[in-house]
């Protein structure tokens, strides 16, 4: 652990609120609130990423280690750490909820690294001044549930905050886990999450809020020169700066939204304070992977009616709260039109981005927008296993003979009548023609959209089976599950329970298909 050398230029060049330790308070014109990390009593390592560490210069002997353990548990500070948590607000579910800034999460410090900083930060370390009401804490299974798939995610080649750590605290949570007055105790965990930056949406939309108009340039400027220096190198003027960085930030969301979107990811809690500046995934809370193809499907009990963040409508969303940053940086900028450019450019290049992405999904060489249309309508025709349809689709050479490989994506192939076999079966037909149009072979075709498409990814039901492990203290299964994410584009000998669809059991599960965001 010596070799961590702590470099803490944000709480360094920034404005700190003067009072410090977890008293509840709104602040005024500073960013963060120094505050520790409250000891755990009986602190235990449930896993570690060898992949995060690696990016930090741990070694294997670190990852061991009891100061490890004792550090991302929150018991120790190593020398050079500065733990503070910052403030931001945002709109939760489309209503500005004013200030609510890290209530559980504590940045540790900022790593100086070969390829730059990191900063550390815990999960579920203790209150700070932004928990509100609640107790700063998080339990073994929402933890397990960002750990493994911050990590995933990663693996999958989606921008994505990183995950360090999984420990277990030694103590007991009290959570109402479906919000229906049955509040029972759970066992604690805390993360490590690792990122150059936590900065979200809603820092900037705090300050703006709070009129703070010098601090808001204080900050971004602090920002772009910190997280974005291409943009600061290729610009002087303060208002280009400020605008282009602004379109980086439209178009890094872009990208991941498409990526969101490849894969099959929900994100389930897509508030303003839950998006980060980076174009990263963040807070992973009730997300969930699609199983049957749904663009209406969200995991999400507590957006059950409303369903803002269901998956078909994450890229609109994203846009929206791009809006909400540029109100923001109005002050900065005091002009509107070339704000609005830069959104409506957002809806172009994630068109463009999605439909490359499609293109590269169904392994062509060019986006064909009528058989992409006509294949997303016929995967909501029956419930289609998103995942393994793309991958078996790979295999397809004939239209007729080989429409039996996608049988193992369909949850009821018995309900498959004559008139849905032959329509699939037509436009396997078109599909197939398309692709030798396009002068791509079979070998070609398979290659692109195997490693488009993922055969392994963090499916629900998986995680809830990890979990229940992983609460009797067994973590076999999560250290195997971890192995196989690994290469999640890549078939692995004997690993094919972790490929497969969801299980008539897990329909109804809670924490299968449905979570709330207790946690
Ligand atoms: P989330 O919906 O999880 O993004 O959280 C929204 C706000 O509530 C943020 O300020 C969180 O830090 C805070 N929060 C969520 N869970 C807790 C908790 N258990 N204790 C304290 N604050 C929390
Ligand atoms: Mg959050």
Redesign the pocket.
Same mark, same amino acid.
């Given at each position: 652990m010596q070799s961590l050398v702590f470099d803490n230029v944000f709480t360094r060049t920034l404005p700190v609120d003067p009072q410090s330790g977890s008293k509840r308070r709104q602040i005024r014109n500073a960013l963060f609130s120094r505050v520790e990390p409250t000891p755990v009593s009986a602190p235990y390592l449930i896993h570690s990423s060898p992949h995060a560490a690696k990016l930090l210069g741990l070694s294997e002997a670190d990852r061991t280690s009891e100061n490890f353990l004792q550090v991302f548990a929150g018991n120790l500070q190593l020398p050079g750490m500065d733990a503070h948590a910052t403030c931001y607000g945002g709109h939760q579910f489309g209503n500005w909820a004013g200030q609510?800034?890290?209530? =559980?999460?504590i940045n540790l410090g900022e790593v100086k690294t070969p390829k730059g900083h990191l900063m550390l930060q815990l999960k579920g370390a203790g209150e700070t001044p932004?928990? =509100?009401t609640?107790?700063?804490?998080?339990v073994l299974r929402s933890s397990l549930r960002e750990y493994v798939c911050s990590e995933a995610m990663f693996h999958l080649g989606v921008p994505t905050t990183r995950a360090l750590s999984l420990i277990g605290t030694g103590e007991q949570v009290m959570r109402d886990m479906l919000y229906d007055g049955h509040p029972a105790l759970e066992p604690g965990a805390v993360v490590c999450r690792v990122s150059s930056s936590f900065v979200r949406i809603g820092h900037f939309q705090m300050i703006a809020a709070r009129q703070e108009t010098d601090l808001l340039q204080t900050f971004t400027n602090f920002v772009i020169e910190h997280e974005f220096s291409a943009v600061a190198a290729a610009h002087k003027d303060p208002t280009e700066r400020y605008l282009a960085w602004f379109e980086e930030v439209c178009q890094r969301t872009a990208t991941l939204m498409v990526h969101w979107m490849r894969v099959g990811f929900v994100h389930g809690?897509m508030?303003t304070?839950?998006l980060s500046i980076l174009g990263e995934t963040i807070?992973y809370?009730p997300y969930g992977w699609l199983e049957g193809f749904d663009p209406d499907w969200t995991p999400n009990t507590t957006d059950a009616g409303q369903r803002r963040y269901r998956f078909g409508q994450q890229p609109a969303v994203a846009q929206w709260n791009l809006l909400q940053l540029a109100n923001a940086l109005y002050p900065l900028i005091q002009e509107t039109e070339p704000l609005e450019k830069i959104l409506g450019n957002y809806a172009t290049a994630y068109e463009q981005k999605w439909q490359k992405m499609m293109a590269n999904k169904l392994g062509l060489s060019t986006y064909d927008a009528v058989l992409t249309n006509r294949l997303l309508k016929l995967l909501t025709e029956t419930e289609t296993d998103m995942t393994l349809f793309f991958r078996h689709l790979a295999d397809v050479r004939d239209p007729i003979t080989d429409s039996v490989f996608l049988q193992d994506a369909y949850y009821a192939p018995e309900q498959i009548d004559l008139a849905l076999r032959q329509q699939t079966e037509r436009w396997l037909a078109d599909y197939l023609q398309t692709a030798e149009r396009q002068n791509q072979s079979h070998g070609a075709r398979a290659r692109l959209m195997n490693s488009t498409n993922p055969l392994y990814v963090p499916r629900n039901y998986i995680a809830q089976l990890a979990i229940d492990d992983a609460q009797q203290g067994d973590f076999k299964k999560l250290e195997q599950w971890m192995q196989v994410l690994e290469r999640p584009y890549t078939w692995q000998e004997g690993m094919d329970q972790y490929a497969a669809k969801r299980p008539e059991w897990a329909r109804n599960r809670t924490g299968c298909s449905q979570l709330s965001?207790s946690?």
């Open positions: 609510l800034g890290d209530g =559980r999460a932004y928990s =509100r609640a107790d700063g804490l998080a809690v508030n304070d839950n807070d809370g965001c946690s």
